[in-house]
């Protein structure tokens, strides 16, 4: 199975590109992404113009050391540009190659995917996204189109394309408020309609302590990676409760190490063994550092991160300042040191700090026990979840050290 690319140092730095910007065809209301239209008061296009997108396909790849380059195109919702723009994509990624093998990824809602876009995605080799949160009950909870109409059965369509095109695809799954308390059955429906790559993306988003703090925006700054600082702001109603965020986890795992072990890969778990093993991170978030993990707004503004489009970490526009030399920079190199340099002390000497690393910058918003600003919100789910799994990671870690299969674990489970 191709799975999708993770962030790591060999690939230099990897771009979210927002090729549409926040423009949706839906209305969750989770979504952090939808109100970045207010840093853009004045745009009516919302559409990566072709100089931007040749500029941008251009620098990307020559900026990437390695002879694999990877493109992933998001939004808002990328489908609404339609194939044509996407095959102006295919066509200048191949003007620009320079022998190089080119990967496209694209995260969709998958509303909008019919026959003509999955000849096309599967033609190209597209590895397709699909954001879905479960069954129809809890995928309908918070996932809504313009009209607060259920979204369920169109997703369900396009998932039927795909799989009549046979475009490889993996689920990206919100983990909410709602879809948090039945994580078995969140579990057993991705595996039925034949996802084999899953990802679990917790959802915290916070209210503003004020209305006037940010005009225009319906949810809080996250805090600066830089200095951290407890907030008096809570988190929005459909957040994932910490504690109930671990026994999802935990609940998770405990079915997929005793039944799927090798068939179905959950990144967490895979992030997670790499980090027992001793190989590090290959995911930004319990990384020791971040900053490799960039975002491009369709206007070619970069960002330090997708979490962070906002205009003290725009680093700059790629019509005007080199792509490579933006990432690169003194800045954003600072906004990566940052995480590491900003971990409170109870998280260094914590006993999964080799896990976990504080996770994301943008959900350290609570103080520790002795009062220090910076710790993560879901602190406790992560202490429970690489607490549970620890005497399984291990295992795994021995049975691919003799050369032997991870799945090996299931058998000595039974026995």
């Known amino acids: 199975m191709h799975r999708p690319p993770e962030i790591t140092s060999a690939h230099g730095f990897h771009v979210l590109t927002k090729p549409i910007g926040p423009i949706c065809n839906l209305d969750c209301t989770y979504c952090f992404y939808l109100e970045k239209q207010s840093l853009y008061p004045t745009e009516k296009s919302w559409r990566m113009s072709d100089p931007v997108l040749e500029a941008y396909i251009r620098q990307y790849i020559h900026s990437q ?11 808002g919702e990328p489908t609404l540009l339609g194939v044509e723009f996407f095959k102006k994509v295919v066509s200048l990624q191949k003007k620009h190659s320079h022998g190089k093998n080119i990967h496209n990824a694209l995260q969709t809602n998958g509303t909008l995917l019919d026959d003509r876009w999955c000849e096309f995605l599967a033609a190209n080799q597209f ?18 189109d313009k009209g607060q109409k259920p979204t369920f059965d169109a997703v369900m369509s396009g998932l039927g394309f795909l799989k009549k095109h046979q475009v490889e695809f993996n689920t990206l799954t919100v983990v909410n408020r709602a879809n948090s308390l039945e994580p078995l059955k969140v579990y057993r429906f991705l595996k039925e309609i034949g996802s084999g790559f899953l990802q679990f993306i917790p959802l915290v988003e916070r209210l ?18 830089q200095k951290p600082a407890a907030t008096p702001s809570s988190v929005t109603p459909e957040s994932v409760d910490a504690s109930q965020y ?3 986890l935990c609940a998770i795992f405990n079915e997929w190490v005793r039944q799927d072990v090798g068939q179905v890969f959950v990144q967490l778990f895979d992030v997670a063994l790499g980090n027992w093993m001793g190989l590090g991170s290959s995911l930004c978030v319990f990384a020791e550092k971040c900053g490799s993990a960039l975002a491009i707004e369709h206007n070619g503004d970069l960002y330090s991160c997708d979490h962070y489009v906002y205009p003290q970490y725009r680093l700059g526009n790629i019509l005007n300042q080199s792509l490579g030399a933006m990432a690169h920079s003194r800045q954003q190199s600072q906004f990566g040191q940052d995480k590491l340099a900003s971990l409170p002390r109870y998280c260094r000497t914590c006993e999964v700090r080799f896990a976990c690393h504080g996770e994301c910058p943008k959900h350290r918003f609570l103080t520790t026990p002795g009062g220090e600003p910076g710790l993560n919100y879901l602190c406790p789910a992560y202490k429970q979840f690489f607490r549970h799994i620890d005497p399984y990671m291990n295992t795994m870690g021995q049975l691919l050290n003799e050369g032997r299969a ?8 039974h026995a």
Not at 127 to 144: A, E, M, T
């Open 127 to 144: 590895l397709v996204g699909l954001s879905i949160d479960g069954p129809r009950d809890l995928h309908d909870r918070y996932r809504v």
């Open 208 to 225: 503003p302590a004020s209305l006037t703090a940010a005009p225009g925006l319906t949810f809080a700054e996250p805090p600066a990676p």
């Open 246 to 248: 671990g026994d999802f």
């Open 65 to 75: 050391p390695g002879e694999a380059v990877y493109f992933a195109w998001q939004g």
């Open 406 to 413: 991870a799945s090996e674990i299931m058998s000595l489970i």
